[in-house]
């Protein structure tokens, strides 16, 4: 029998290959700037080679994953189409002029936009429709607005962190976390049985218990997200590299960040795992809304984009909301040209909260392929619960409110229609990819190995030791990055970290499973499967590696200070390893805000000459 260190030579080596894809693509993206629809085929290619060679994966195995992936992005054009559409059909009907004269009434500081529309409204969604539906909406909202396309995108994916661990009522904590410990019976496994019993509790309270754990983290770690995308906004999209100019209005968005928080926080504790982000972001609009409308906090000068036409070619997409945009001789009122909003909001808190409605769309109504060429792989696809549907009712119905006429209606089906197709390559060979990456388990394969991401995982966690508690949050991002989901990263790993924090002597495991569930919140501001998503409803696809390079300066500090903070939770305060990273997060961070507040602005080189 080999030897330990041999063992684990071997482990380290299947890690190098496991991670090889990710890396290609990471290269590829973010090094090169390749389009995601030439990185995402090499990419595949890849793991196919892996999967076969390395795992021992059949032929038979892999081409059903490959179908099974297929399926996925056949769901997720589906929602972006239902995005581009609406977006469409609201440009043709004239609700869009209304919707931007009245955010204009509140405020025209474009710092003040992007933080009630991306960080409060966004939370929302996300509370309500989880699963990469903010971006889908907030993006394509902002560019409307008069937004550049990639400073949209990258505000609908920033904000994916805090309110996604509570995303979809709850999703990725009943779900990722409840199923990710349990067993095949569905029964909590015995390790995390007996701590249940230990503090008496439940399935369902100890899952609601570590949620209240997820939620304090996000909570002391959100509370600096939309000052983060406000300074982003400005530095990298402004006449001038003004970091500076998104600190001016920190008290601002400090404020905002507490009216979601708090109310959200609250409910955690109270009310247990499936309102928090819904709640807590329709609270915080509300709030925000209303206190910005009577002048408290607002800027005292107005902050905008430069000129369109000096905007840099790789910040405009493909989708421009002018072209075809009807102007109405009445101005539409406000309430009205909000209405498919409402629509898309009431319906998602129908669909996901009324049991028989949401049992019929997650039972009956579900198109389900099992057994794909006999290897036990299946793929559900619940097209009519998904928000592609929603989008597609609201659609119809805003037909009818906006008396649109068969003209507008035929033009809006066909720009949405062309601009679908573009992101259909990536996406096809991005699905693909994830689903060999998660399928390459022991029961998928012929070397008895265990699956791609459980390798890095245990590679990681046998280097780190005691410190694990710090990296946990990144294995919960590379989840999410693979995937494209919080959930899916929660399912994957949730046992894996409890099982580690056991090893590591840690007095409640389950720390360990609430710093994973937060990383995995954080990844989706990085996951290829969100970004091209998201670009694609703003025409900006072949520009993923742009936006992975600006989305990864908050992942990062997302997985760093909840890492620190969950092993202070563990260990304590003191000189240890969670500590001095908890210090260097919060002296890197004093260090940027004095830097930014003492350096001079500078031209963006990005912009084109005035005048042109």
């Not at 009431?346 to 057994?371: C, H, K, S, W, Y």
């Not at 035929?410 to 992101?423: F, P």
Request: charged share 10%; proline share 6%; hydrophobic share 55%.
């Amino acid at each position: 029998m080999p030897s330990p260190e041999v063992q684990m030579d071997n482990l380290v080596v299947l890690a190098l290959f496991a991670i090889l894809p990710i890396l290609v693509i990471g290269v590829l993206l973010v090094g090169l700037r390749w389009p995601a629809k030439y990185a995402m085929p090499v990419g595949l290619v890849v793991i196919v080679v892996i999967a076969a060679a390395v795992w021992e994966m059949s032929w038979t195995t892999i081409g059903a994953s490959v179908v099974q992936g297929l399926l996925v992005a056949i769901g997720l054009l589906w929602i972006v189409f239902g995005a581009l559409l609406l977006l469409e059909t609201i440009t043709k009907s004239g609700a869009l002029h209304s919707i931007r004269a009245g955010f204009t009434t509140i405020s025209a500081d474009r710092r003040v936009q992007v933080v009630i529309i991306a960080w409060l409204f966004g939370s929302f969604i996300e509370g309500a429709a989880g699963f990469g539906t903010p971006a889908a909406v907030v993006a394509p909202l902002l560019l409307a607005l008069g937004f550049p396309a990639m400073a949209a995108v990258m505000a609908g994916l920033i904000i994916q962190s805090t309110p996604v661990s509570f995303g979809a009522v709850g999703t990725p904590m009943l779900v990722g976390i409840g199923n990710g410990l349990s067993g095949t019976d569905g029964s909590f496994v015995p390790a995390v049985a007996g701590r249940a019993d230990e503090l008496g509790m439940s399935h369902s309270e100890f899952v609601a218990h570590t949620a209240t754990q997820v939620a304090t983290i996000h909570a002391i770690v959100g509370v600096l997200v939309p000052l983060f995308l406000v300074c982003l906004m400005t530095g990298f999209f402004g006449e001038k590299r003004s970091f500076r100019a998104g600190l001016a209005v920190a008290p601002f968005a400090l404020y905002a960040a507490l009216a979601m928080i708090l109310p959200y926080l609250a409910v955690a504790y109270l009310l247990g795992p499936e309102f928090p982000a819904m709640i807590g972001g329709f609270v915080g609009l509300a709030v925000v809304m209303f206190t910005s409308s009577k002048g408290f906090l607002m800027p005292t000068d107005t902050w905008d984009f430069p000129p369109k036409e000096r905007w840099s070619d790789r910040w405009i997409g493909t989708v421009d909301p002018e072209a075809g945009a009807t102007v109405l001789k009445k101005k539409m009122p406000i309430a009205m040209a909000w209405m498919p909003y409402v629509v898309v909001a009431a319906v998602l808190l129908v669909t996901r909260n009324v049991p028989a409605i949401t049992e019929f769309l997650t039972g009956p109504a579900v198109l389900q392929v099992n057994d794909i060429f006999g290897t036990g792989i299946s793929q559900n696809m619940d097209l009519l619960y998904s928000p592609g549907a929603v989008f597609l009712l609201a659609v119809l119905i805003t037909y009818v409110l906006h008396r649109m006429n068969v003209h507008q209606i035929a033009a809006s089906w066909k720009v949405a229609g062309g601009q679908i197709a573009a992101a259909a390559v990536a996406l096809l060979c991005a699905l693909p990819l994830v689903r060999i990456f998660i399928n390459s388990g022991s029961e998928f394969n012929q070397a008895g190995l265990e699956s791609m991401p459980i390798t890095l995982a245990e590679v990681a966690a046998n280097a780190t030791g005691e410190g694990w508690p710090v990296l946990a949050p990144f294995i919960g991002a590379l989840g999410a990055f693979a995937a494209g989901s919080n959930t899916v990263s929660n399912l994957m790993f949730s046992l894996f970290q409890y099982s580690t924090g056991e090893n590591i002597g840690a007095n409640g495991p389950e720390t360990v499973v609430a710093a994973q569930a937060v990383g995995g919140a954080a990844g989706n501001m990085v996951t290829v499967h969100n970004v091209v998503a998201a670009a694609a409803t703003v025409g900006l696809l072949g520009r993923e590696g742009d936006l992975i390079r600006k989305t990864i300066i908050p992942m990062t500090y997302y997985c760093l200070a909840a890492g620190s903070i969950a092993y202070m939770w563990i260990f304590g305060v003191g000189l240890n390893v969670g500590t001095i990273v908890c210090v260097l997060v919060i002296v890197a961070l004093a260090v940027g805000i004095w830097r930014i507040s003492t350096m001079p602005d500078v031209p963006n080189k990005q912009l084109l000459p005035a005048g042109r």
